[in-house]
């Protein structure tokens, strides 16, 4: 398919920005001109595959799935396009040949074109999508009378990782006591590494013999193209969700999109905690099959066997098999469906299944929406679990002129309910956050475009959310509302306000290595969270400027006067088209009468000279200061080289009062507030270190990206990090100049590491 495009503009008005191809965040995104073609080559309504070009030739593709979710990490190298800048304008040659398309059996097709013009700001679509209608892909035009060829591929797609990796730690060990593990100050322990071979190797395989099929295979699977992404410490009880990157997994991923997250890719390969023991595992061979019928019919088939690094550990050398399975049938109309997904997981210690129906049922022309599903999980035969999940919404435009502030604007309704028994546990391959817990949602969104003459756009939320446990202990419920509104200038404020009612939380255990998540209710405190305010107000500056400001600031309080304010400044800096540098400080600082520190479990005397296990729930009376300094810089001086360079300073600062620093909660009074009368259940200058109450740690990192042409990339990768706990610094020059000093106060943490990546695509 070949296409041709006229972009007519002023020359002094085009915006040009290098950038290496696909990174949209550097290369598009309000930073220059571009232009996209979105075809749906299924002509389902449903998915479509977009190109999209800048006005300095950069490349960039992603694929629209479920009408208009956006999967960024679809790549394809088989399409071209060329670039010319002009006293008329700039124009696009494309092409874009038909094998990286998916149809089956259609003669048709759908299609829309979008540009972005960097001078006025404004989006320009040939099919003008109405906003009152949810969706993208159902509102495109139509290419008909095609006679579409049946192209293969096959592709085979070799990495080369070397390196070496330098470590040296110097920490205390921890000793048993009746009052649990602490910190051994005469044990130190001193953790020099210097692994000289970091060698990896491995290929990916895809073969399409069809429009509609696909199979791939991959040994050592390949994490495509390396990019920075911000770091931090996770202080929640609560798993981060991180995005696929794998191309392997990532790619025609959409067929596994599901409500209830069942497949969730970070799962394969990742490593295995069992009895206190953490087991590296590496993938040996997985296989895929994607692949469509006739009637809008799409099916996926994932087959992985890992095994555990036999360098890591020789006594657990055994397999791992994965399978994880899924149809989906359109029924009703193009945007409605029916699909099942099962996943089956085995390792050394657990037989995972997992059994799930969804549906998703958009009617009056995608107004309303019911979307839910059901899942049902059994550990070993013996734990069998439920979880089920529905929303209903729906959108539409107001048009009344007596009702002046809401004509003509576009009001969204929506209901969600999720509710995930004890024995619900999907996180061998699936993902949630938690399960034994009831979940409501409900909520109204106003939005009008050009409400009066100085502004933009403007929306209103208002939302109300529930949760609660099995047994029906309220875990919170909360009122927000918030309002947004974009200027004329493409200014940008929002304001919101939340009151959180008072709850309690059971959700405090950290200690993962013990997790138990068949009897998570009996080993968990429940803790009363009093009720609080919170207020947010944040501003921002056009994001198409060369210079571009971002600032937030939020404040709670709550019923015992504890209270909190953060600040987030960001500054973006685009001086030419091939530099752009970023700026990042985020502050934290609160007060926390009851701050829960950790769970600790202890063996205590009991009759008969027998022993027993008693859980102390350590609790202080702090103030938490929290900071970190993020600065960044890419430059591209050409759109196959690319040098990024990443800085970030942190520090968590917990001060204690050492007077009163832990309280015991027995199963007598869960439901009440820690006594803090209690003695100390151990010295408190080891749980400084204990609990990483101070610590402070620095990030390097420079990435070199060189792609000869989009077939064979060449990565150079350096990373050096250190940390120090137990030690309060003033500024960072004080944490740069800190070395480790054998006092019984501080441990000292550092790593450096040299990466190069070499890959490449045969074609044949």
């Not at 071209?80 to 304008?89: E, I, P, Q």
């Not at 890591?312 to 098999?321: E, G």
């Not at 995972?352 to 049902?376: C, P």
């Not at 429940?526 to 600032?551: G, L, M, R, W």
Request: hydrophobic letters at 35%; one cysteine or more.
């Amino acid at each position: 398919m070949y296409i041709g495009v006229e972009l007519i503009d002023e020359l002094s008005n085009i915006k040009q920005k290098n950038a290496i191809y696909d990174d949209w965040h550097e290369g598009f995104d309000n930073n220059s001109d571009y232009f996209v073609v979105e075809i749906d080559s299924e002509h389902n309504h449903q998915q479509s595959f977009c190109f999209a070009v800048n006005s300095s030739g950069v490349k960039s593709d992603f694929i629209l799935h479920n009408d208009n979710s956006v999967d960024e990490y679809w790549n394809s190298v088989y399409w071209n396009a060329k670039t010319n800048v002009s006293n008329n304008g700039w124009v696009i040659e494309y092409e874009i040949p038909f094998k990286i398309l998916k149809y089956f059996g259609n003669s048709s097709m759908g299609i829309n074109f979008m540009r972005f013009s960097h001078s006025d700001k404004e989006t320009h679509f040939w099919v003008l999508l109405p906003m009152e209608l949810d969706g993208t892909v159902s509102h495109y035009g139509h290419i008909k009378n095609l006679t579409l060829p049946n192209d293969k591929i096959f592709q085979i797609n070799p990495y080369i990782v070397s390196g070496s990796a330098e470590f040296k730690n110097k920490y205390y060990g921890l000793v048993e006591s009746m009052d649990g593990d602490i910190i051994n100050t005469s044990n130190l322990i001193n953790d020099f590494s210097n692994i000289g071979n970091l060698d990896r190797l491995g290929v990916d395989i895809n073969y399409s013999p069809s429009s509609f099929l696909n199979l791939s295979y991959t040994h050592n699977p390949d994490f495509g193209q390396i990019n920075q992404i911000n770091s931090y410490v996770n202080f929640s009880s609560f798993e981060q969700f991180y995005e696929e990157r794998r191309p392997f997994f990532s790619n025609n991923s959409k067929v596994y999109s599901t409500p209830i997250n069942i497949f969730y890719s970070q799962r394969i390969g990742s490593n295995i905690v069992y009895e206190n023991q953490l087991y590296n595992v590496n993938i040996k061979d997985a296989f895929r099959i994607d692949g469509m019928g006739n009637e809008n019919f799409d099916y996926g088939i994932l087959y992985v066997d890992s095994q555990v690094d036999k360098s890591f550990n020789q006594d657990y050398n055994k397999k791992i098999k994965t399978i994880v399975g899924r149809v989906r049938k359109n029924l009703v109309n193009d945007n409605s469906h029916i699909g099942f997904t099962n996943s089956i997981y085995e390792d050394f210690k657990d037989l995972s299944k997992v059994y799930s129906i969804d549906a998703l049922f958009s009617l009056l022309e995608n107004r309303l929406k019911v979307d839910g599903q059901i899942a049902l999980s059994n550990i070993d035969s013996t734990q069998n679990g439920l979880g089920y999940s529905y929303e209903i919404s729906y959108r539409n435009k107001i048009n009344d002129e007596h009702r002046l502030f809401f004509n003509n604007s576009i009001i969204d309704f929506w209901l969600n309910h999720q509710i995930y028994d004890e024995q619900f546990y999907i996180n061998h391959v699936g993902y949630l956050d938690r399960n034994d817990i009831k979940k409501q949602n409900i909520g109204i969104a106003i939005t009008k475009n050009n409400p009066n003459p100085k502004l933009i756009s403007r929306s209103i939320n208002l939302q109300h959310t529930l949760k609660k446990n099995i047994n029906n202990d309220n875990l919170g419920q909360s009122f927000t509302f918030n309002w947004q509104s974009t200027f004329k200038n493409n200014y940008s404020m929002e304001f919101s306000l939340s009151k959180l009612l008072s709850h309690y939380d059971d959700w405090l255990f950290l200690d993962l290595y013990s997790y138990d998540y068949f009897s998570y209710n009996e080993v968990s405190p429940i803790v009363k969270i009093p009720e609080s305010n919170h207020f947010n107000i944040s501003f921002a500056t056009d994001p198409t400027f060369n210079f571009y400001t971002f600032y937030n600031i939020v404040y709670f309080n709550d019923k015992l006067n504890d209270s909190g304010i953060g600040h987030n400044i960001y500054f973006n800096y685009k001086p030419n088209q091939w530099l752009s540098m970023d700026l990042d400080f985020d502050i934290k600082n609160k007060t926390n009468k009851y701050n829960f520190l950790k769970r600790r479990r202890s063996f205590v005397p009991d009759l008969g000279n027998a022993h027993r296990f008693q859980d102390n729930y350590l609790f202080s009376d702090s103030e938490i200061f929290e900071k970190q300094l993020t600065l960044s810089l890419s430059s591209s001086f050409l759109n196959n080289f690319n040098i990024q360079i990443f800085s970030s300073f942190y520090t968590h600062d917990n001060y204690f009062d050492s007077s009163i620093p832990y309280s015991k909660l027995s199963s007598e009074n869960n439901y009440m507030y820690p006594e803090m009368e209690e003695l100390p259940t151990s010295s408190y200058e080891s749980d400084i270190l204990l609990y990483g109450a101070n610590y402070s740690s620095v990030e390097f990192n420079f990435i070199l990206k060189w792609e000869f042409d989009r077939r064979i990339n060449l990565y150079f990768v350096y990373s050096q990090t250190k940390g120090v706990n137990g030690e309060v610094f003033n500024n960072i020059s004080d944490f740069f100049s800190y070395d480790f000093k054998d006092n019984g106060e501080s441990e000292l943490f550092f790593d450096k590491s040299l990466l190069l990546k070499f890959d490449f695509m045969l074609d044949i």
